[in-house]
């Protein structure tokens, strides 16, 4: 499997950008497909998780209400709707799948994920 980013850009504050975790090689609706993101210097963090064996979903407290995770199993993308961006938002986003097959997104580690993308950045400044 592989796995692109794209979609980040700089946006004012308040705005919204939608990222695109487009695959190949496999499909993703049998994949847990996470966001991951890191700002410079600080640590990478989890943003959002879609489990492809069960559907569930899982936020970072900080994007719940103004990020959603789908996915177009007919474009074999993932997608994350960010609304309402502030400047702590701003970071590289990377896009991880794993095929682990587990029912919770609550039940995989960062070290489940073996693929990863590049990652996209995302900007967010007046």
């Excluded at 600080?42 to 719940?64: F, H, M, P, Q, T």
């Excluded at 609304?83 to 794993?98: I, M, R």
Aim: proline share 2%; hydrophobic share 30%.
């Amino acid at each position: 499997l592989q796995v692109v980013e794209s979609g980040g850009d700089l946006v004012q504050p308040g705005g919204s950008l939608r990222l695109s975790c487009s695959a190949s090689g496999g499909a993703l609706d049998t994949y847990a497909v996470k966001w991951y993101r890191q700002a410079p210097g600080k640590e990478r963090e989890g943003v959002a998780c879609l489990s492809g064996s069960s559907g569930d979903i899982e936020y970072n407290e900080s994007v719940v209400g103004r990020f959603t995770i789908s996915r177009d199993d007919a474009k074999n993308t993932v997608y994350l709707q960010m609304n309402s961006l502030k400047p702590e938002d701003t970071a590289v986003y990377y896009c991880a799948a794993s095929d682990k097959g587990r029912y919770y997104c609550s039940s995989y580690a960062a070290y489940d994920y073996f693929y990863w993308g590049k990652g996209t950045q995302v900007t967010v400044s007046s």
